[in-house]
């Protein structure tokens, strides 16, 4: 072969391979590039999904708050009534509304009595209008207390009392429904105050409404 067709064939050579190199070069940096977009799109995707749901946290975050913060401030037996209505799936919202007791001096129920004075019936005539006009799907648990005379038993026995007898005249007199209603005795367990001296003892016969949603 002469040097001519020599150098010729070299030559092609040189070129087909710096051509497959360019070539090669161009199909990594393609690659590279595929790959640096997809990581890219997965990050932004992440990042995205991250912002939601701190997003969503922040949200159920100051639910959560504000439902500790409504419970905190909520009697310890208005606290029992609102557990016991959210296991028993009786309320729609699981949320407390308001609370009325029984236990201004013309209220009071008498020692050893169960019965609804006449002011007591006209302070559950007010709150059964209320609930009339509120017209709101509630939930009421009514809670009979006592004070610390006598036997724990009887006085379970007699708070049941005076909680029935105030259910079946919301019942009887403003047609609250039976099922949106429950009757509870602590009994002497959960006084207002001390047990000390007769007004004290007056006062914790009483009678609570816990009203629910």
Do not use: W
Not at 50 to 70: F, K, M, Y
Not at 89 to 118: N, P, Q
Not at 146 to 163: C, H
């Amino acid at each position: 072969m002469g040097n001519t067709s020599l150098k010729l064939l070299l030559a092609v050579t040189a070129l087909s391979v710096v051509g497959a190199g360019c070539a090669t070069k161009k199909y990594v940096r393609t690659e590279v590039g595929d790959a640096e977009t997809r990581s890219s799109d997965r990050i932004t995707a992440v990042e995205s999904m991250v912002e939601e749901n701190q997003e969503l946290l922040a949200a159920h975050g100051g639910e959560i708050d504000r439902l500790s913060e409504e419970t905190a401030e909520l009697s310890k037996t208005a606290q029992d009534a609102l557990e016991r209505a959210i296991a028993a799936g009786k309320l729609a919202e699981g949320k407390f509304l308001y609370e009325t007791i029984l236990s201004d001096d013309s209220v009071r129920f008498g020692f050893d009595k169960a019965e609804l004075s006449g002011d007591a019936r006209e302070a559950l005539d007010a709150f059964g209008r209320e609930l009339i006009d509120r017209n709101e799907g509630v939930y009421i648990e009514i809670q009979g207390h006592t004070d610390a005379t006598g036997p724990d038993q009887y006085n379970i026995s007699l708070g049941e009392q005076r909680a029935h007898n105030v259910l079946r005249y919301l019942n009887s007199q403003h047609g609250l429904p039976l099922h949106r209603m429950s009757a509870i005795s602590y009994g002497e367990s959960a006084p207002l105050v001390d047990n000390t001296t007769p007004e004290a003892r007056a006062q914790n016969r009483r009678v609570a409404l816990v009203v629910l949603k």
